[in-house]
């Protein structure tokens, strides 16, 4: 590039040639600018590669814009059957990894993310059954490089090749750690922390969680007590000490990655011990947890290394959304009305119904909602008050997955469809906006 522009004969703001130095320094300065639209254009970019995105809390990378639609809606990129289950969307390498029903089976697939097109699926194993959820996989992909991790609702983990599905490894929760299947399923999405693939697999004393090599699949180590939760494992960082905290049926622990023990564990009872929304991490040292059934809502100060409960209440209930802490607030479902909270006291400070038991995520500053019924809009992310900049019903079936975003391109889906939705300026402007 830089030689091609030297073919050139620069000149300066009056319209002289440049001498070699001057012009040098010009090309340099382009060459500076250039990248730094390059870069901010991959910034904007960036994967979602896991449950809740890159840094797994439901916020999108800085750099992301969407932008509210017109009367016209939002520009359809493509519609696909999806297949039963609830199973999350993971972007990476512009492929969209995720797992559905297909027949008597539940499958991980892989979609090319720009046409929807599937470019291979893998069986994970037989259909998990449930009333009141319904059947099939609950747990979101996890990619890592070039592999992919996916858990199937029986507690079948499998890595897999993004490019082609191959499987590379598989493990059986039940019969490797003597897991029992929880009544709604093994739910949890495997994170990766360095060379460990961390997981909640409910094996009871000792082996509520399970690290494994991740390019193998070996046990490194096995800790905790508790019962498996349906709730994600999140990684933390107190005074020093990395630690994964993962929410079981019966309370919230942080365990040490180095070898699975138990640094601190805080009870947390509910009437069928059901903890679905994953722990919300709030500032440096204090994590917010919730669950539905009438229990509410709690930020624990973790500071001291002993957990101790800043205030507990009833004005957020996660049936099964997790909730979203960002510039200062928590925003979240309480059963099925969409609240702000103020972390300092526990406080509401805004409500909203009409979406059900939603879910949401926050990106390029905005609310990301997608309301049980497949209603979805953009609010902006405000303590300010509940301020919608557009709506449009996208979905027709139960909607229980958190959306996805990459760059400017939303993905929702249902037990039904999987949806792709452009929300670039550009894409708006064809809706006469």
Known sequence: MLRLLYTCEPKDEQGEKMNNSKARNAVLRWAYS???????SCAGAADWPQWLGPDRDGVAPAGTALHPWGDGG?????????????????IAGGRLFTAYISGDAEWAVALDAASGKTL?????????????GGPGPRSTPTVDGDVVYVVGAQGNLHALNTADGKGLWQVDYKERFGSKLPPFGFAGSPLIEGDLLVVEVGGGAGTQVA???KSSGKTVWTGGDDKAGYASPVALDLDGQRQVAVFGGTGVAGLDFKDGKVLWKHPWKTSYDISAATPVRVGSEKLFISTGYDTGGALIDLATGKPEEVWKNRELRNHFATSIAYDGYLYGFDESTLKCIDPKDGSRVWRQRGFGKGTLIVAGGYLVVLGDKGKLALAAATPTGYKEAAEVQVLGGRCWVVPSVAGSRLFVRDDQEIVCLDLSAASQGDNGE
Do not use: I, Q
């Open 211 to 213: 690290a494994l090599d």
């Open 74 to 90: 939002p520009r359809e990129v493509w519609r696909v059957n999806g297949g039963g289950g609830h199973a999350g969307m993971a």
């Open 120 to 132: 291979w699926r893998a069986e994970l194993g037989p259909v998990f059954h449930e009333n009141m």
């Open 34 to 40: 250039a990248l730094l639209v390059v870069l901010a």
